[in-house]
C-alpha cells in the first residue's frame, strides 16, 4: 500500500490488510488444519531447476462429502488467515450447502510464506514476486494437492476478493483445465493504462460521500483547499499539529501535504470499508462509517460548539475553525472510533493495522494501477499519476521498472466484451458504492459469466 503522503500518487491496494491475531482466529476456527508444501522460487527458469519455499495453506473439511468440489481461496496481498477469517459466506454458507472441501494458499511474499525467509524483500530477490509466478504457484498446488488427495476428477471453483478477486478471474481464463469456475468478487481487473478513466475511483468515493450527506463532500473539499492555503503561513502550519492531536511536529509545507494525506486516506478507506455494520477489519468503526463521518460536517449543528471552544484562537475566523475541526472530528471515526490512542502518528496514518511493503513491490510491477483526477467533479485536490514519477520512484526504491501494459496485454481487457467474449464460469460480483467497481466488470462480457452487481454494497462485502 501507500505512505501517508503518497496515498493518492501511487497505486493503492485493492485490498486493505490488516494485521490479525493468528492464534485467536485459529482458536474461533478449529476446523483447519494448516500446512505447507514446497513450491519453486522459479517456475519459469530455462534449465527447469529451482529452489524451493514452503508456501502455507489451511485445509476445512467441516462440510466436505464425497462427490463435492473444492473451494480453493486465491490468496492476495496478506497473511492467509486475513482471507479464511473474512470469507465466511465461502467458508460457511457455499461450504456447507455444496459439501465442498475449502483449500486456502497464502500469496507467495506475505504472511509466513516467505522465498528467501527474512532476506525475501532485499532487492535482488523481489524479482520473483509477480503475478505469473503466484499464479503458477496456486495452479501447481491445485494439481499436486487433487493428485495428493485423490480428487483428481474433482472440480475446483477458485474465489478471491480484490486483488484475489483478479487473480481468481485470471486463474479461470488462463488455466480452465485446472479451475472450473470463478467467483472474482470486487475484481479490478481493468484498472490499468487508458482502459478505464483515471479517477473513477475517486468519483465514486464523491458518490458515496455525498448519498446522505450533500454538504459533507463539499465541506471536505473545502477544508483541504484551506489546509493547503497555509503552505506560506508558518503559525498556522504549526496550529495544525494541536487541531489534528499529530504524533508528529507540524512545521513545514511537506508537513501541510501529510495532514491532507492523513485525512483523505481516512475517507478514502471508510468509502471502502462502508459496512453496514460495526468491523475491526482495517480497524475498529461503526457501521455506516462514511455516514457516521459526515455528521460533523452538518456545520449548522456543530458551528456554536466548535467556535465556541476555539475562538480562543485568532490566527482563524469562525468558518475556519469550523471546517478544521469538522474535519479532525471526522477522521477519528476511521483512526480512534474508541478513543484509546493517545495522538495521531502520521507515519503509519494509512491505516492503523496495515502491512503492505509487498504490494508495493507488485504495484511497482506488473499491477501498476493509475490513479488520478483534476478534481472538478469529485471531493479530491487536483493530483494527476504520473507515469514517469511512478516509474523514478519504483526503480529507486525496489530496482523494478513497472509494466503498466502488462494486466491487459496478458488478460485483455482494453474491449472487455471482446477480449471476454469466450470467457466462461466466471461470476463477476461487485458493489456499486465500492469505488474500485470502477474498474471492474460490471457488465455482462460474455454469455457464459455472470455480472452481479449489489445496491449499497461496498468492497467485497459480499
Request: with cysteine; aromatic share 12%.
Amino acid at each position: 500500500l501507500l505512505s501517508v503522503v503518497l496515498a493518492r500518487t501511487r497505486v493503492t491496494s485493492p485490498f486493505a490488510h490488516p494485521k490479525i491475531d493468528v492464534e485467536k482466529i485459529k482458536a474461533l476456527h478449529s476446523d483447519i488444519v494448516e500446512d505447507t508444501v514446497d513450491m519453486k522460487i522459479d517456475h519459469f527458469n530455462a534449465n527447469g531447476q529451482s529452489d524451493t519455499y514452503p508456501m502455507r495453506y489451511l485445509v476445512n473439511a467441516k462440510h466436505y462429502q464425497k462427490g463435492g468440489p473444492i473451494f480453493f481461496y486465491a490468496g492476495n496481498e496478506g497473511n492467509v488467515y486475513t482471507f479464511y477469517n473474512n470469507t465466511g459466506f465461502m467458508v460457511n454458507t457455499l461450504a456447507e450447502e455444496y459439501k465442498a472441501l475449502v483449500v486456502f494458499a497464502e500469496h507467495r511474499y506475505f504472511g509466513e510464506s516467505l522465498p528467501f525467509g527474512d532476506k525475501s524483500f532485499e532487492t535482488e530477490n523481489l524479482k520473483y514476486l509477480n503475478v505469473e509466478q503466484t499464479m503458477t504457484d496456486y495452479v501447481e498446488f491445485i494439481r499436486g494437492f487433487r493428485k495428493e488427495s485423490g480428487l483428481d476428477q474433482t472440480p475446483v471453483i477458485v474465489f478471491g476478493g480484490s486483488y484475489g478477486g483478479m487473480l481468481a478471474s485470471w486463474l479461470r481464463m488462463k488455466f480452465p483445465e485446472t479451475f472450473q469456475g470463478a467467483i472474482a468478487s470486487s475484481a479490478p481487473i481493468i484498472y490499468f493504462k487508458d482502459a478505464v478513466p483515471e479517477d473513477g475511483f475517486y468519483n465514486v468515493i464523491q458518490d458515496v460521500f455525498t448519498h446522505n450527506h450533500p454538504e459533507c463532500s463539499e465541506n471536505i473539499k473545502k477544508v483541504a483547499e484551506l489546509i493547503v492555503s497555509f503552505k506560506n503561513q508558518p503559525e498556522k502550519i504549526r496550529s495544525l499539529q494541536s487541531m489534528y492531536n499529530t504524533c508528529q511536529a507540524i512545521e513545514t509545507a511537506d508537513d501541510v501535504d501529510k495532514i491532507t494525506g492523513f485525512l483523505y486516506n481516512a475517507w478514502i478507506y471508510m468509502a471502502m470499508t462502508n459496512y453496514p455494520y460495526p468491523t475491526e477489519f482495517l480497524a475498529p468503526m461503526p457501521g455506516n462509517p462514511v455516514d457516521v463521518s459526515c455528521e460533523p460536517f452538518d456545520l449548522t449543528a456543530s458551528k456554536p460548539k466548535i467556535t465556541s471552544l476555539l475562538k480562543k484562537d485568532s490566527l482563524f475566523s469562525d468558518d475556519e475553525l469550523a471546517l478544521l475541526q469538522a474535519a479532525a472530528d471526522s477522521v477519528q471515526v476511521f483512526y480512534n472510533y474508541t478513543g484509546e490512542l493517545a495522538c495521531n502518528d502520521l507515519s503509519g496514518s494509512e491505516t492503523p493495522n496495515l502491512d503492505a511493503f509487498g504490494w508495493d513491490i507488485l504495484a511497482c510491477n506488473e499491477m501498476a494501477m493509475p490513479m488520478g483526477t483534476d478534481g472538478k467533479d469529485n471531493m479530491f485536490l487536483p493530483e494527476s499519476f504520473s507515469y514517469e514519477a511512478h516509474t523514478k520512484q519504483c526503480e529507486e526504491r525496489f530496482g523494478i521498472t513497472p509494466q503498466f501494459d502488462f494486466a491487459l496485454t496478458f488478460f485483455g481487457g482494453r474491449n472487455p466484451t471482446f477480449d471476454f467474449a469466450t470467457t466462461s464460469n466466471i461470476v463477476f460480483a461487485n458493489g456499486n458504492i465500492d469505488p474500485w467497481n470502477a474498474g471492474s466488470i460490471t457488465i455482462p462480457v460474455s454469455k457464459d459469466t455472470v455480472t452481479i452487481n449489489i445496491e449499497n454494497s461496498a468492497h467485497h462485502l459480499e
